[in-house]
């Protein structure tokens, strides 16, 4: 799981009020402080930013004002203040404390400058990027289209802030599945920055970040780590190790590592990214879920259950807390759970947490949340959770629907091959070999290509393929598969996981039905289908 990255502007904001009009006149208290907490606010010094930014409010509001000027003057003044201050909780995941100043700054602005200000524009996206970070895409859409519209007017269409905000729509497009509306989006975005700002300026990091996404997204994993990579290359130079940014860029990372099979490295960048992001936010914020999340994962890849099953649940309990409990991210959430609980054989406790994400997708408080789930990963959705209940004949049908959509995306994709893998899994279950060996075989074939001979995707339907040569008597086809299945597991789980010794339990078990030549009794094979 991996947050999507947005700029807000609010010292745009800021300066641009006191621009307007020689009436808007501040003490130079009040440019101090908030000059002061804008510095703090870019150092991730968030107690700092909130005392600067409410000192310079109390400044403002004690100003004297009769004339109907004055009056505007210090409504200006102290709608920038809560602008920045809302920043300043949004940042910190405090959503609902930032949503309302957000709007008591927009509505100011618009009583003293009119709704097609670029002030006012700028103010918008900030109350945009707040709904984009809480899954409310509907909502931030049309506020982002309009702040384009009056800052191109204002800034020209080359200029950095309709880069910023064109990037920002791009992940509004991004959680609606508009991806192919998406890419040219941030690929417009980032050519304005590098041109504008320079290769090397941290907004350029932030699209960088959002452009791997999309290539993770599209199945372009070399690319996604190219962008990633440079990402946290820009932000450690500018920012230092230690900032918020930088975990960002760590957990993307970390992320890709895990498509590539490297759970060492992924667990690495994951604990460094946690240890920021825990001790600059405290054990309950948005990204530290994230990162929580992500651990628990990677553990339960590891074959590293209790210790996934813990990190779980503390995802769980700290999202439901900061991100509330319909956010689309608690779903994704309640679905690793669900798996790792099958796993677990909890299945009683997997199937409420099923029933709560499939209530929050479809559920009338969480509009948003159903759209951020593209129609694949609706289908394989569907095909796990049957697959569980042993509904072998649905699962199958929705699998096969999930290849026919996974081949949208191009017949190498990787979401192919899981859709193959299990369904061919399902026909393997519904004693159906025939019919499932050529569909193991092609999802063999395509990670194979995608990510080597080695890759640990490859794990699942090598041993799915393996079973089904067993099941027709085949057992010198299956004895080199079960032995690669171990190698490759071995190599990325260790050499205790409980995965690699049942690999190996099952590989020696075939081999003595091949070299002795004596009637054995055949390992217990049950493969799980794996939604990745």
């Not at 009056?71 to 102290?78: A, R, T, V």
């Not at 799915?464 to 299945?485: D, G």
């Not at 190698?487 to 339990?505: D, F, H, M, N, Y």
Request: charged fraction near 25%; include cysteine; hydrophobic fraction near 40%.
């Amino acid at each position: 799981m991996s947050i999507s990255n947005s700029k807000l502007l609010f010292c745009l904001a800021a300066s641009l009020i006191l621009s307007v009009g020689a009436c808007l006149a501040q003490s130079e208290l009040w440019k101090s402080e908030m000059s002061a907490g804008r510095t703090s606010l870019q150092q991730a010094d968030y107690a700092s930013a909130e005392k600067h930014f409410l000192a310079a409010q109390k400044d403002a509001e004690g100003l004297p004002a009769t004339s109907q000027q004055e009056i505007e003057n210090k409504d200006g003044l102290i709608a920038t203040c809560q602008n920045n201050l809302a920043e300043t909780y949004e940042r910190q995941g405090k959503y609902a404390v930032a949503e309302p100043l957000y709007k008591q700054a927009i509505a100011t602005y618009e009583k003293i400058l009119g709704p097609d200000h670029k002030v006012v524009a700028v103010s918008t996206s900030n109350l945009a990027s707040l709904y984009l970070a809480q899954g409310k895409f509907a909502e931030a859409e049309p506020l982002y289209l309009h702040a384009i519209e009056v800052t191109e007017k204002a800034f020209g269409s080359e200029s950095p802030e309709v880069a910023s905000l064109l990037d920002n729509l791009a992940q509004i497009y991004r959680g609606l599945q508009k991806n192919a509306e998406a890419e040219p989006l941030i690929k417009r975005a980032l050519a304005i920055e590098e041109k504008t700002l320079g290769p090397d300026h941290p907004d350029v990091a932030v699209t960088l970040s959002n452009m791997s996404s999309q290539c993770l997204t599209a199945g372009k994993i070399s690319e996604a780590k190219q962008y990633m990579e440079r990402s946290l290359k820009i932000r450690e130079k500018a920012f230092g190790p230690d900032h918020p940014d930088v975990a960002q860029s760590l957990n993307g990372l970390a992320v890709i590592y895990g498509k590539l099979g490297n759970y060492t490295q992924e667990e690495v960048l994951l604990k460094r990214a946690l240890a920021i992001r825990e001790k600059k936010f405290g054990p309950n914020h948005p990204a530290v879920v994230e990162t929580v999340a992500n651990m628990a994962v990677l553990h339960q890849n590891q074959g590293k259950y209790a210790l996934a099953e813990l990190e779980e649940k503390r995802a769980l309990t700290v999202g439901e807390k900061t991100l509330g409990p319909n956010h689309p991210r608690l779903a994704v959430i309640l679905d690793n759970y669900a798996n790792l609980l099958r796993v677990l054989n909890k299945n009683a406790e997997a199937q409420k947490m099923e029933a709560r994400a499939t209530q929050i997708r479809g559920g009338k408080n969480s509009a948003t949340a159903s759209v951020n789930e593209s129609e694949w990963d609706k289908l394989m959705r569907a095909g796990v959770m049957a697959a569980n209940q042993h509904k072998y004949a649905d699962a199958a049908k929705s699998f096969s629907a999930a290849v026919t959509e996974a081949e949208k995306f191009g017949p190498q994709d990787p979401r192919v091959a899981i859709s193959l893998s299990n369904l061919g899994s399902m026909y393997d279950s519904m004693g159906k070999p025939a019919q499932a060996e050529p569909l193991l075989k092609r999802a063999v074939a395509i990670e194979e290509k995608v990510f080597g001979p080695t890759h640990i995707n490859l794990a699942s339907p090598l041993e799915t393929l393996a079973i089904v040569y067993c099941r027709k008597k085949q057992f010198s086809q299956a004895l080199p598969l079960l032995k690669r299945v171990s190698t490759i597991r071995e190599k990325a789980l260790g050499p205790t996981s409980p995965a690699v010794l049942q690999s190996k339990k099952n590989y020696a078990t075939i081999s003595r039905i091949v070299t002795q030549r004596i009637p054995a009794k055949l390992p217990s094979f049950n493969p799980v289908p794996i939604k990745q």
